[in-house]
């Protein structure tokens, strides 16, 4: 069974920084083929990407976080990060780790508020 297990929410302050975590179960060796991503989701608002990369560590950013946040991944490790600076009050949601190869995996979720 896989499962995809966030850690590194809180609260932070405007200007701040936070950096997620996550760490799948369940897929092995083949950890390194699947497309990773983060997404979030806001209250009131739709689930939406924040950053992807694929197996070949290729990232993509959606324009709201370009230049603020980065993904990186260890495929030795089986693990998935994403280093938030600069953080702002919209960036306030739970963030979702999210795997992919053929089939998806999505994990529980990890809350994110920015406030002062």
């Known amino acids: 069974q896989v499962q995809l297990v966030e850690s590194g929410g809180g609260l932070v302050q405007p200007g701040g920084s936070l950096r997620l975590s996550c760490a799948p179960s369940g897929l092995g060796s083949v950890f390194g083929i699947y497309i990773m991503a983060w997404y979030r989701e806001a209250p009131g608002k739709q689930r939406e990407l924040v950053a992807s990369i694929t197996s070949g560590r290729n990232a993509n950013y959606a324009d709201s976080v370009k230049d603020r946040f980065t993904i990186s991944r260890d495929n030795a490790k089986n693990t998935l990060d994403l280093q938030m600076d600069s953080l702002k009050p919209e960036d306030t949601a739970v963030y979702y780790c999210?795997?992919?190869?053929?089939?998806?995996?999505w994990g529980q979720g990890t809350q994110v508020t920015v406030s002062s």
């Open positions: 999210y795997a992919r190869h053929g089939v998806s995996y």
